[in-house]
């Protein structure tokens, strides 16, 4: 969806000197982006399309993915970091990277997407495997495995190419799944604020997503990368079913 077009929530700046985390939920509109406090500012939200998103965190701007042409990044401003999570066209896609990096972005992508990266772009990036750790200005990475469990589909995520992320940052932790099923390390993982959670039948089904965010309780979750609403739907519903804590943020990424 244009970024023109998508609603977002607004903070009355009376309010935001008094956000926390917790109280997210109640929070209005002022600038396109999802915000929510953290230690020395803010951390600002904005779906684009499929797995791309802007993250705002204090000090820095993030790309998850960049892919679907320059156009659909718009207003943003440039980034001081992008991630790329695999290979594939919808999260590696060589033409929207060119046209979105800047002479300062620094780029962290799995070892796989490093190979197929021209020399110009090589020079500005970091190759991260599975259980690596980096840092980049204020924000600590960690490379999650990201890999298929159902034999049937392994070729396409085969374990220990492809990774996750997992991002801390002004005092919150926040974890990007990129193309995964429920493995044993996204179960196990612990105190994140924000969830980003690729729901499809390719990657966690929405009964798979509803069964990990029961396992690790984040306080939100972005149900993303869906091919349809209607399984982003489903994965929310499920969730709220289940009860526990984590609030499910519904936005369009088609």
Request: charged residues 20%; negative net charge; proline residues 6%.
């Amino acid at each position: 969806m244009e970024l023109t077009r998508r609603r977002s929530l607004q903070i009355g700046l009376a309010c935001l000197s008094a956000l926390s985390l917790a109280g997210l939920a109640s929070a209005q509109a002022e600038e396109v982006g999802d915000r929510y406090g953290a230690d020395g500012g803010e951390i600002v939200v904005v779906p684009i399309r499929e797995a791309s998103f802007a993250l705002k965190v204090p000090g820095l701007v993030i790309y998850n993915d960049p892919a679907g042409g320059r156009e659909l990044f718009e207003g943003q401003p440039e980034p001081g970091l992008i991630l790329i999570c695999h290979e594939h066209i919808d999260h590696f896609d060589l033409d929207t990277l060119k046209k979105v990096v800047g002479a300062d972005t620094r780029l962290v992508v799995n070892p796989a997407t490093m190979q197929m990266l021209p020399p110009d772009l090589r020079s500005k990036a970091t190759a991260l495997a599975n259980g690596e750790t980096i840092k980049v200005g204020p924000v600590q990475i960690e490379a999650i495995p990201a890999y298929h469990l159902v034999p049937a589909y392994t070729h396409y995520h085969p374990r220990g190419r492809d990774n996750g992320y997992l991002l801390t940052v002004a005092g919150r932790r926040i974890y990007i799944s990129g193309d995964t099923d429920a493995t044993p390390e996204l179960r196990g993982l612990k105190d994140i604020d924000i969830a980003f959670l690729a729901i499809s039948r390719w990657t966690l089904t929405p009964e798979q997503g509803a069964s990990a965010v029961a396992s690790f309780g984040p306080a939100f979750a972005y149900p993303y990368h869906y091919e349809n609403v209607q399984e982003r739907d489903a994965f929310a519903a499920r969730v709220q079913a289940a009860g526990g804590r984590t609030k499910v943020v519904v936005r369009d990424w088609r």
